[in-house]
């Protein structure tokens, strides 16, 4: 999954692509921390689904009369972002910034987390392949009289 924050061109809004059924979870999150005027469109064809009015970071005006950096992200916000998806089983991998000289495009990449179930299945797929891999190496070894392995 993939977010980015582009506050600096589309003030409010948080572009999202690939977290499914998360974003209704994603949606009563910023409800709840913004108010209803918070709404998903899809402004921006690159991505699946824009939350507009969600207050993900300061903005770039707010540093003009105080000593806060433009564009600082709100805690709460980010906490409800990767808690919701992590509950959706996507775990944080890394925060690129794309962009140039006038504007920085701050992201969030995710990755889909294994479940207890799934890693158990893979553990047991590998087993059977180490136990079938050991037994061709044994008919190749008795049918050749040589070992299979280097």
């Known amino acids: 999954a993939f977010a980015v924050i582009k506050d600096d061109v589309a003030p409010g809004r948080l572009f999202l692509s690939g977290v499914g059924e998360a974003v ?3 949606s009563a999150g910023f409800v709840a921390l913004n108010g209803s005027k918070v709404k998903t469109d899809a402004e921006d064809d690159s991505f699946d689904v824009c939350f507009q009015y969600t207050r993900v970071t300061t903005g ?17 916000t980010l906490e409800m972002i990767v808690t919701v998806l992590q509950s959706h089983g996507w775990s944080l991998a890394g925060g690129p910034i794309f962009g140039d000289a006038t504007h920085i495009w701050t992201c969030l990449v995710f990755q889909r987390t ?5 890693l158990q299945k893979i553990l ?25 392995v280097g």
Do not use: I
Request: hydrophobic share 35%.
């Open 24 to 26: 209704h979870s994603l």
């Open 124 to 148: 047991s797929l590998q087993k059977k392949m180490r136990v079938v891999a050991t037994a061709s190496s044994a008919v190749a070894t008795k049918s050749t009289g040589r070992s299979a």
């Open 60 to 76: 770039g005006g707010s540093s003009v009369f105080c000593l806060q950096k433009p564009f600082w992200p709100f805690g709460y």
């Open 114 to 118: 294994a479940s207890r179930k799934s």
